[in-house]
């Protein structure tokens, strides 16, 4: 399989999108989507069954609020999916979405500037049309960019993120499918690493990343918890803090695992359900299960990653917490 009719699909779907006035996004998704799509976003989105409401209560209000928006892609990629339940074609992009912040979103004030809304989307294809989608975005970052920190202390550095070093993660040619092969079997290894990772095996931590990963791997984390650059940095600046933390934590599994070259990713709803035990991202935790739903998105360089963008639905895992952060900047 070469993929390319369904990624035709979504790249028409998206200048469709963008060149549409807001009145007529319904005829749009109604071209593009299947009648009954199940769009999955994060919170306070979440979950949205039907072309009518996701009209509604996610695209109306964003064209409204972002004028003129441009999909800035720097990942675009489709594999065949084989996790039982979701079996298929998905394609996936990642980027950002860019626009002037000119009216006020889920209570972020707008800024009358440039705001550029993190995000990473995966959708299944289906008879023609796109019938599921997961699209996760970062939307503390945006609200930084509004002058909101909705944190109050993070272990790496939030910024504008970047594409891949490499400036190749946009595949809309057919790619050999080999090298997706390769990637995705160095991602499945180091999933059952961090599976295991209360094991007893007697390695390090260091030594457990330095089996899937370069030593110059940057991990794009999401605002709140912040980006890190080298396996030492990375082990001191979120992977050992974030296992201090969470001394319990279950794997759900994930929704979608695809790869294609030497890209590839995943998303899960919920990928982990944690329990936290001390102060996480400097907010006084309590003693109680919470989910997070993530995508990761992977580069790989030879035999190991070297890149690794990661979207948290922060806001969901903190309401379950107790911590309302849509409700504080209203």
């Known amino acids: 399989m ?33 009648e009954d799509i199940l769009w999955r976003g994060f919170h306070p989105f979440n979950e949205i069954r039907g072309i009518e409401k996701l009209y509604s209560q996610f695209w109306q209000p964003f064209k409204k609020s972002f004028f003129n928006y441009q999909r800035r892609m720097d990942i675009f990629l489709a594999g065949y999916n084989t ?11 990642m980027g ?48 930084l960019q509004a002058g909101i920190k909705a944190f109050p202390s993070e272990t790496g550095i939030s910024l504008v993120q970047p594409g891949p070093l490499t400036h190749d993660g946009l595949m809309f040619n057919e790619q050999d499918p080999n090298e997706g092969n390769r990637t995705l079997e160095i991602i499945e290894n180091m999933i059952n690493d961090v599976k295991v990772w209360k094991s007893t095996t007697g390695i390090s931590l260091i030594e457990e990343l330095k089996k899937s990963w370069n030593d110059n791997m940057i991990w794009w984390g999401p605002t709140g918890i912040g980006s890190t650059y080298t396996i030492n940095r ?8 974030f296992r201090q933390v969470f001394k319990e934590r279950k794997f759900n599994g994930h929704l979608c695992r695809i790869t294609e070259g030497n890209f590839g990713g995943f998303f899960g709803w919920p990928n982990l359900t944690l329990t936290p035990s001390k102060i996480f991202m400097g907010i006084t935790t309590t003693p109680k299960s919470s989910e997070m739903r993530v995508i990761d998105m992977y580069r790989r360089d030879g035999n190991k990653l070297s890149e690794n963008w990661v979207f948290i639905d922060l806001l969901y895992f903190w309401k379950i917490l107790g911590v309302d952060i849509i409700k504080v900047i209203k």
């Not at 996790?83 to 992009?93: C, L, Y």
């Not at 990375?234 to 803090?241: E, K, V």
């Open 83 to 93: 996790i039982s339940g979701n079996e298929g074609v998905w394609v996936v992009s």
């Open 234 to 241: 990375y082990a001191d600046q979120h992977a050992s803090p």
């Open 96 to 143: 950002h979405l860019m626009g002037l912040f000119d009216n006020t979103w889920i209570g972020i004030k707008e800024t009358k500037k440039i705001a550029m809304l993190r995000y990473c989307e995966f959708n299944k294809i289906q008879n023609g049309k796109i019938s599921e989608v997961a699209m996760f975005f970062d939307i503390p970052h945006l609200m």
């Open 2 to 34: 070469n993929f390319q009719s369904e990624k035709q699909v979504v790249l028409n779907f998206y200048n469709a999108l963008e060149a549409s006035k807001i009145d007529e996004i319904p005829k749009v998704l109604s071209k593009y989507c299947s």
